[in-house]
């Protein structure tokens, strides 16, 4: 640890070899939070997310060795990355947290601090990993990934609605995509009342006039 910082240790000038090793660094911690993200999500993992949660570690690395100990560079690169706009909705908190997660590592790394980025790396996967094991532990089975389609000129959410009250106890849109076959496929993360329910609440929703490709998946 102690080479690692006085290799990434930046000078009056900055070395090429320095910020080759704080992006490799960036990186593999970078494919470190991605899996655990993987590993520990409730439904789809879409592959633009985790690849977003290693290029975003890696940008702010890079946006850390821009700045080094210039204020003024600071706000600089405050004013011009404000003209970003995001358009997708983050709908579940637990995403912003890994957007969160990725942020710190990869300004620990751009500060020359790989003690902190690394440690911080490892404590943080280890309490996620054990927090999403408890949650197997205790949901009986009763978690599932279900998706269906419906067609986009019609509002089916409240017929499908009534069956949700019905059996779950919860539910979460992870997914919702337009396809060519002029129809709208949804994603959602659902907790059922009891996991002895799933045949009756996968037919009750099969049964719904317009909804098809109804299919569930135990998480």
């Not at 000038?13 to 993200?37: E, P, Q, R, S």
């Not at 949650?135 to 019609?154: A, E, I, M, R, Y």
Request: aromatic share 12%.
């Amino acid at each position: 640890m102690e080479f690692l910082n006085e290799v990434l240790a930046l000078s009056s000038v900055t070395t090429i070899g320095a910020v080759i090793l704080k992006l490799l660094l960036a990186f593999v911690l970078g494919v470190v939070i991605a899996a655990v993200y993987h590993w520990t999500h409730f439904g789809l993992a879409g592959k633009s997310f985790t690849d977003t949660l290693i290029i975003l570690c890696m940008l702010i690395a890079v946006v850390m060795v821009v700045i080094g100990d210039s204020i003024a560079l600071a706000f600089s690169l405050v004013g011009a990355l404000s003209i970003i706009r995001f358009r997708t909705v983050v709908q579940d908190p637990r995403d912003i947290a890994f957007v969160f997660f990725s942020l710190a590592i990869g300004m620990a790394v751009g500060a020359s601090d790989p003690a902190v980025a690394i440690t911080g790396t490892f404590l943080i996967s280890v309490i996620i990993l054990a927090l999403h094991r408890w949650h197997l532990l205790t949901s009986n089975g009763t978690g599932f990934t279900l998706t269906f389609k419906t067609t986009p000129d019609q509002d089916y959410e409240g017929v499908y609605r009534s069956i949700f009250r019905k059996y779950l106890v919860s539910d979460r849109l992870i997914d919702q995509e337009a396809k060519k076959s002029d129809t709208v496929e949804f994603a959602f993360y659902v907790k059922l009342k009891s996991s002895k329910q799933w045949l009756s609440f996968f037919q009750e929703l099969s049964a719904l006039e317009g909804i098809t490709g109804v299919k569930m998946a135990r998480n």
